[in-house]
Every structure is written in C-alpha cells, then in structure tokens.
C-alpha cells in the first residue's frame, strides 16, 4: 500500500511539472480596490481568466493599461525584477496567478474592455507620449520589447508615470504575456555506438506515422491501474457483508 502511494505521488508530481512549462503569469494591481474574487488561484486556463478579467475590470478606473511581456515565465519574475516587484507589492490592491495555461491575446483583451467601458484605445507602441491628445477614460496597450530585466522595468515605470499624471491614481495595470516561453525538452533515445552510422532512411510504419499514446493517455493507464484495483476490491468487500441467518438467544 505504501508502494502504491509513493508511485502516486511521483505520477502527480511528474504531471505537475509538465503542467507548469507550456504556462504565463498574470499580474494586476491597481492604486484603488478592485474585485478579484474569480481570480483567487494559482492555476488557471486563458477561458477563464478572460472572464475573471470582464469582472475585475469593471470601468471603474479611468484608465486600464495593458502590458504585454512575451515569453515570460513565471521563474523570470525572481531574477532581478526589483522594480516590477515594488510596483506590485507596493499598491494598494494587487493579484499574482503564477501558472495561466496558454497564452493570453493581450492586444484584443485591450480592445475588448475598450468597447466594453466605451474607452479610447490607446497604442503605446506608437510613440513615447501617448496620452497627449487623449481625453477622457482610456485602454492602453503597451508591448514590451526584447532586451533586459532593467529596461523592460524602465518601460513599465515610464507608462506609468504618464498615467499617474493623467489620472492619479485611477488606472489599474494587467501584466501578462502573449506568447508562452518555450522550455526545451529532453527525449531519451536509444544510445548508438561510436562505429554505428546516424540511418539516413525515415522510419516507416503504422506506430511511426501515428501517436497511439499520448502523455495524458499513458499517466491516465497507469493511475487507472492503480484506482480501478483498490476500488473494485472495496466494493467486493462491502457486497461480501451478510445479514445474521438468525437472532441469539437471550442469555440468563
């Protein structure tokens, strides 16, 4: 019994660490309160935190700005992201969901609270001073571009100020990333000698043309291998209980 929780617990750990690679952070915080009640998780898929984000965002905030960071992982957000960090830490409400299964299309979340809160889009890609001409409520979407920790917290905290001199503290900020980091992963192969030549030719066949096993079936087998057993030898065991034939006597 021991044995078979032990090979559980590895399987789920196994699964978990799959789980995590293919995933983007989400960030959100905000100098004023908001709701985030849908949004209290540490894993959660694309669908359903764009409906988190249509309650959280409720145009209650004159200005709501998006960052796009691409390739972020979550494991990026420790290594030197000081700044970034007391921007979160340091407002008065904020919201940290490490693991969101996908990518999320941060450019059309920007476009769809735009209409929503009939909001002016705002491209901060475009130019430095982009709330210039801008008057009244705004959406903004800002991409980050490739280069270090350092700047791409210097880009954050720049936007920021030109919303805090429009708006004060009516803005809230929403930090997620549009395309998911890529982690390379390492496939066991059969070893080849030195002398052995590299086959040129491409393997063919039914189990070489198609996948017939994926990881979701084979960690689905091998944890029904282990319930199916336990489970049917309970129900036996609970049919197996019998009604007494007859009543004892009583006792003088």
Not at 236 to 250: D, G, H, Y
Request: aromatic share 6%.
């Amino acid at each position: 019994m021991r044995a078979t929780v032990l090979l559980s617990l590895l399987l789920a750990s196994l699964y978990e660490v799959s789980a995590v690679e293919n995933t983007s952070p989400f960030l959100a915080w905000s100098p004023q309160e908001f709701s985030s009640k849908h949004l209290d998780t540490q894993v959660i898929s694309v669908q359903d935190l764009h409906e988190g984000v249509n309650d959280l965002a409720d145009c209650s905030h004159k200005a709501i700005l998006v960052i796009d960071e691409p390739e972020l992982h979550s494991a990026d957000l420790g290594r030197g992201r000081n700044k970034l960090k007391n921007q979160v830490q340091g407002a008065e409400n904020s919201l940290q969901i490490p693991f969101v299964n996908g990518a999320v299309d941060l450019e059309a979340l920007a476009e769809r609270l735009s209409l929503k809160c009939n909001a002016a889009l705002v491209n901060a890609n475009v130019n430095s001073d982009v709330l210039s001409n801008v008057k009244g409520p705004s959406v903004i979407y800002k991409q980050l571009a490739a280069g270090s920790a350092d700047e791409k917290d210097e880009a954050v905290e720049d936007i920021i100020t030109q919303i805090h001199k429009k708006y004060q503290d009516d803005y809230l900020v929403l930090y997620s990333s549009s395309q998911m980091k890529q982690v390379p992963t390492h496939h066991l192969s059969a070893r080849q000698l030195p002398e052995d030549p590299t086959p040129t030719h491409k393997p063919s066949g039914i189990f070489h043309t198609y996948t017939f096993f994926s990881q979701g079936i084979f960690m689905g087998l091998l944890i029904a291998v282990i319930i199916v057993p336990i489970a049917m030898m309970g129900i036996f065991w609970n049919l197996s209980v019998q009604q007494p034939q007859r009543f004892e006597k009583k006792q003088n």
